[in-house]
C-alpha cells in the first residue's frame, strides 16, 4: 500500500515562532518527495522539493530520513503569511507513477 | 510559467445530469490528472493521462469517466451527477518522471454542488 501520513494539526502558533510538521510514507523504495502548500480554497502549489541530504530555502528547511520513511519541514520566523495547509507529497515511483498526497497538516500564525 | 485553467470555478447540478469539466494546459504536458478534494480526506486521484487518448484508472474512478482527444485538453465527465459528488474538483498536468521531477502544477479548481 501506498500511503503517507501526517499529523492534521491544527498548529496555532505565535508569529516568530519556529515550527516542525513530519510525515511518513509506507514504502522503502519511494523514490522522491516534496512539499507542497494550500491555501484556503486554492489550488496546492509546491513549495519544495525535499532532497536526500536535505534542503533550504530561506526560513524553509526540508528533510528526509530514508531508514525511518519520514520527511520533515521546519519553518523559522514564522509568518502571518505561512498561514496554510501544508501537503506531505511522495513520488513512490518508478516511471510515471501518479504522485501520492497527504492529507495535509494546517498552520495558523497568530500575531 | 505553467498554466492550467479549468472552464468553471463554481458549478451548481441536480441529480443525474451529466457533467462536464474541462481542463486546459499551455505547457505541452504530457500528464494530466483529475483530482477530487474533500475535508478530512485530502486529495484523492479519479482519472489520469500519459498522453492523447490514453487514460488510466486512479484510486476513485467509480461514476467518472475522462476523454483526452488533444494533448492540452483533458475533460471528466460525470455521467449521472449523485450529491456524494459534490466536492473540489482539481486537474493537474505535469512532465514525465523521465523528465525531471513529476511536479504537479494545478488549475484552480472547480467546486461542484450537486443537489
Known amino acids: 500500500r501506498k500511503e503517507v501520513e501526517q499529523d492534521p494539526g491544527p498548529f496555532n502558533v505565535p508569529e516568530g515562532a519556529t515550527v516542525a510538521f513530519n510525515c511518513t510514507y509506507s514504502n522503502s523504495a519511494s523514490q522522491s518527495f516534496f512539499w507542497y502548500r494550500q491555501d484556503c480554497r486554492k489550488e496546492p502549489k509546491l513549495l519544495m522539493s525535499v532532497y536526500s541530504s536535505g534542503n533550504e530555502d530561506g526560513r524553509f528547511t526540508a528533510q528526509l530520513n530514508r531508514a525511518s520513511q519520514y520527511i520533515s519541514l521546519l519553518i523559522r520566523d514564522s509568518k502571518l503569511s505561512d498561514s496554510a495547509t501544508y501537503l506531505c507529497v511522495v513520488n513512490f515511483g518508478p516511471g510515471n507513477t501518479p504522485l501520492v498526497f497527504g492529507k495535509g497538516t494546517r498552520l495558523s500564525v497568530i500575531a | 510559467d505553467v498554466k492550467v485553467t479549468q472552464s468553471s470555478r463554481y458549478l451548481v447540478k441536480r441529480t443525474g445530469e451529466k457533467v462536464f469539466l474541462e481542463c486546459v494546459q499551455d505547457?505541452?504536458?504530457?500528464?494530466m490528472f483529475w483530482y477530487r478534494q474533500d475535508p478530512g480526506l485530502g486529495l484523492r486521484l479519479i482519472y489520469f493521462?500519459?498522453?492523447?487518448?490514453?487514460?488510466e484508472k486512479g484510486d476513485i474512478p467509480e461514476g467518472y469517466s475522462v476523454s483526452r482527444e488533444k494533448k492540452e485538453r483533458f475533460s471528466l465527465i460525470l455521467e449521472s451527477a449523485s450529491t456524494n459528488q459534490t466536492s473540489m474538483y482539481l486537474c493537474?498536468?505535469?512532465?514525465?518522471?523521465?523528465?525531471?521531477?513529476?511536479?504537479?502544477?494545478f488549475g484552480p479548481g472547480t467546486r461542484l454542488l450537486v443537489l
Open positions: 505547457m505541452d504536458h504530457e500528464n
Open positions: 493521462s500519459y498522453d492523447v487518448k490514453m487514460k
Open positions: 493537474a498536468s505535469s512532465l514525465p518522471s523521465t523528465s525531471g521531477s513529476p511536479v504537479r502544477h
